[in-house]
């Protein structure tokens, strides 16, 4: 017969020490690559002005972003398995840091360049987050919160700040 041995508390609280950090970190790169996502459309009025196009034009940038991430998607296991989640989380948040320089540029071209660089960046951070949530015996649905916080997150951080103050004074 297998013997089981009982897990001191010292010894359970020691075993969950780096689950902590790697929510929070995973929560970071998720909540961040959904932040790139939305950057532009928060703008479109601005954006639409500065690209001389109507502001639902600007929509389509969102699409060239999942175009993109779902070309990217179907490698992200690979990278996953051939460089690391950890390793593979940093490349997508520096995929979408070159998007995000490339979509303020204010260039169109280069804007829907930066757009395909933000859509491989979010195309490879789900893979590399579920492998480090399911490695570590967390619940998957976790998952999907960092997306409604970057989604949030945006919202706050990027939109017009008058408007911002003058919804804070009503």
């Given at each position: 017969?297998?013997?089981?041995?009982?897990?001191?508390?010292?010894?359970?609280?020691?075993?969950?020490?780096?689950?902590?950090?790697?929510?929070a970190l995973t929560t970071a790169v998720?909540?961040?690559?959904?932040?790139?996502?939305?950057?532009?459309?928060?703008?479109?009025?601005?954006?639409?002005?500065?690209?001389?196009?109507?502001?639902?034009?600007?929509?389509?940038?969102?699409?060239?972003?999942?175009?993109?991430?779902?070309?990217?998607?179907?490698?992200?296991?690979?990278?996953?398995?051939?460089?690391?989640?950890?390793?593979?989380?940093l490349a997508a948040?520096?995929?979408?840091?070159?998007?995000?320089?490339?979509?303020?540029?204010?260039?169109?071209?280069?804007?829907?360049?930066?757009?395909?660089?933000?859509?491989?960046?979010?195309?490879?951070?789900?893979?590399?987050?579920?492998?480090?949530?399911?490695?570590?015996?967390?619940?998957?649905?976790?998952?999907?919160?960092?997306?409604?916080?970057?989604?949030?997150?945006?919202?706050?951080?990027?939109?017009?700040?008058?408007?911002?103050?003058?919804?804070?004074?009503?």
């Amino acid at each position: 017969p297998i013997r089981m041995q009982a897990q001191t508390p010292a010894a359970s609280a020691k075993a969950r020490e780096p689950l902590l950090p790697l929510l929070a970190l995973t929560t970071a790169v998720q909540a961040l690559g959904t932040y790139s996502v939305f950057a532009l459309p928060t703008l479109a009025p601005k954006a639409a002005a500065t690209f001389a196009l109507p502001p639902q034009m600007v929509g389509y940038q969102v699409s060239v972003i999942y175009f993109a991430a779902a070309c990217m998607s179907g490698y992200g296991g690979l990278l996953v398995r051939r460089f690391g989640a950890g390793t593979t989380s940093l490349a997508a948040l520096g995929l979408a840091s070159i998007g995000l320089i490339g979509i303020a540029s204010g260039s169109l071209a280069v804007t829907i360049l930066g757009s395909l660089f933000v859509g491989a960046g979010y195309g490879i951070v789900n893979p590399a987050a579920a492998h480090l949530l399911l490695r570590f015996g967390i619940v998957s649905l976790l998952r999907e919160k960092p997306t409604h916080l970057g989604t949030v997150a945006h919202r706050i951080q990027i939109t017009d700040r008058a408007m911002v103050r003058r919804f804070a004074t009503e």
